[in-house]
């Protein structure tokens, strides 16, 4: 896997950038590059189509158990 895949997988996990850097031992300037980077596509995307932004899987689990009771 690309070491930026596993960068972004871990920022996703709610690690520090420099919880990143020392578990992929890679610079702090190459962190900060990928994050700025996938926050900006992010942005990007959500700006152009909201109406596809879906909520997690968990909260949709526990709206159809609530409507079944």
């Known amino acids: 896997m690309k070491v930026h895949l596993l960068a972004l997988a871990h920022f996703k996990d709610s690690l520090s ?4 850097v020392k578990a992929l031992k890679v610079s702090r300037n ?4 990928w994050v700025k980077t996938f926050l900006k596509k992010v ?3 959500l700006k152009r189509n ?4 879906d909520q997690p899987t968990s909260l949709k689990d526990n709206e159809n158990n609530s ?3």
């Open 17 to 20: 950038r420099a919880q990143i």
């Open 30 to 33: 190459s962190v900060n590059k």
């Open 43 to 45: 942005w990007k995307d």
């Open 50 to 53: 909201p109406a596809q932004v």
């Open 67 to 69: 409507t079944s009771l």
